[in-house]
């Protein structure tokens, strides 16, 4: 949700289009149909002597540069399509800088006829647009990235009919399943904080302030949010309730009907655009969304025509990027400009302008381990089966269910001191935490390790992660992270030997294990089951590597503490915060896996 704007890095052999010589800039103040007036920026080509397309981005992040002689220096995904032409309108979204009206977190789809959402607001910017923009040839691409990303697929809903093309990139999706604000229902607590010290409400119409970093008065965010105790002392600390959207986000813990409606993934039905959804393996924010939404469109309008792709990218990184690396691993190519040149701008021409199909798949999939661009007909690839990879005795794995009637193993876990997320201090949520290596906890008692033999044959995981634990706890609250983890061998080259890279990692808080609308108390000492599905991964794990899992109750401070009792965890008190001791059991009656989409 961190924002992303087509703030355009240029790749190798990439040449700067200049804007102001070939495009002229317009403001507008668009009327919606119960008279609020969004701020609209336009650049059209200054050759008028053919029409163009229509490339919209709605944001509530800011236009800038506001001022029709204030010229962005670059405009479109890549400078590929401004060199080609096309009208480019940017557009504050209700509520946000200098547009009026009143901005809503994720606003809802209108309930009532005659009302206003994001999907309506849309609408009637491009019916304005189609009518009084001179030179457009009366077609209209949707696309943004992350909350840009939410306008896209929300405009993509009982759309306008020129609109003939959507990409949502990194779309928020669904704020409490998975995306920026809750995992599995532990609250992402690091790269909340940083977003809504930022983003707060405004009184607009209002022109932006240079932003101002908040004082954290250290380096060390693990240090800076321990000292800060229970969630609910940012509040009473920092923002003084001043911020109502830190101030909800917090306050709704539960699946409740605040977050259900929020959803937009529910609401994508028979959407009319042919529809390139766009993410990165390596999303912080968010992956989930990305992927529940291409399901989702799938499943509920069979009829469109949608294509996934996801490529070895942080949050946005094929827009500001190589894509070539993140952090100590290489992907061995520039995989932005691949995305690009063969993969986004023949789309956005092919709809808009009538060039040549490009004929892509159905899934256009970067497989990381052994770097290559793979086209799928469809995702998770239907040559993937399920398999389980059992935790075993000697903190070892097996593709065979444990013989032994008996066996766990435990750890003790205190949130006076929580597992880091990261090998170092940081005040953000690092992206290459995403494939980090996690050799840095590797000492730690509080942290168990099981792992395979050194792998005679290579193993592809393709699809979603699905850990099954059966727990046990002396607290009545527990979370439970589980990682899985690609383990290099002694003699790798380029620096990795013993590398443990991370390739996914997600938490779960025991109270949801039943249901995220309502939580249970654990009950000490008695064995419970957690089932969940981490986002997909599409990872080969070479002959030699090794297969690892960790399993821990902390992820600090990406992930807020639980305290290990049952309550409201934001307003946990101090004497909440108690140390447990955690089984993981690994029995016939009582087996703990993974379930891996492995291909035949």
Known sequence: MLPVLFSVVLLPGQAQHDVRVNYEKHEYRIPMRDGVRLFTTVYSPRDHSVSYPILFTRTPYGVRPYGPDEYSKSLGPSPAFAADGFIFVFQDVRGRYMSEG????????????????????????????????PNNNGKVGLIGISYPGFYAEAGMISSHPAV?????????????????????????????????????????????????????????????????????????????????????????????????????????????????????????????????????????????SVQLVMGPW???????????????????????QYYQDQIELPFFLHYLKGAPDPNLPAAYVFQ???????????WPPAHATKKRLYLEAAKS???????????????????QHPVPFFDRPTLEP???????????VMHRRDVLIYQT????????????????????????????????????????????????????????????????????????????????????????????????????????PLVDRNPQTFTNIPYAKASDFVKATERIYRSADHPSFIELSVER
């Open 102 to 133: 009143t901005w809503e977190e994720m606003r809802p789809e209108k309930d009532k006829p005659n009302g206003t959402d994001e999907s309506t607001d849309c609408y009637d910017s491009v019916d304005w647009l189609i009518k009084n923009l």
């Open 164 to 304: 003939v093309a959507a990409s949502p990139q990194a779309p928020v999706t669904d704020l409490y399943m998975g995306d920026d604000a809750y995992h599995n229902g532990a609250f992402f607590l690091l790269a909340n904080f940083e977003f809504y010290s930022l983003f707060n409400r405004q009184n607009n119409p209002v022109l932006p302030d240079p932003e101002k970093p908040f004082p954290y008065g250290t380096e060390d965010g693990y240090r800076f949010f321990l000292q800060m105790g229970s969630v609910k002392n940012a509040n009473d600390r920092y923002f003084h309730r001043g911020n109502p959207y830190w101030t909800e986000v917090v306050d709704h813990t539960d699946y409740d009907a605040f977050w259900k409606a929020r959803n937009i993934s529910r609401h994508l039905r028979n959407i009319r655009p042919a529809v390139l959804i766009v993410g990165g393996w390596f999303d912080a924010e968010d992956l989930a969304g990305t992927l529940k939404s291409y399901a989702a469109i799938r499943t509920q309008s069979p009829e469109t």
């Open 314 to 336: 942080t949050h946005g990184g094929w827009a500001r990027s190589k894509g070539d690396k993140l952090g100590d691993i290489d992907f061995g190519s520039n995989t932005s």
């Open 368 to 378: 990381t381990g052994r770097n290559s661009w793979q086209r799928e007909s469809s």
């Open 397 to 415: 794995l097996s593709w065979e269910p444990p013989g032994a009637s008996t066996g766990f193993d435990e750890y003790v876990s205190d949130p």
């Open 430 to 440: 690092e992206p290459t935490y995403m494939d980090a290596d996690q050799r840095f």
């Open 453 to 556: 033999p050194p792998l005679t044959e290579e193993v592809t995981v393709s699809g979603p992660v699905s850990p099954c634990l059966a727990i046990s706890s002396t607290g009545t609250d527990s979370d439970f992270v589980v990682k899985l983890i690609d383990v290099y061998p002694p003699d790798a080259d380029l620096g990795l030997a013993g590398y443990e890279q991370l390739v996914r990692g997600e938490p779960f808080r025991a109270k949801f294990r039943n249901s995220f609308e309502h939580p249970e108390r654990l009950v000490p000492g008695e064995i419970s089951l957690i089932r969940y599905s981490m986002p997909d991964v599409n990872h080969c794990f070479l002959r030699g590597h090794r297969i690892m899992v960790q399993i821990q109750s902390s992820w600090f």
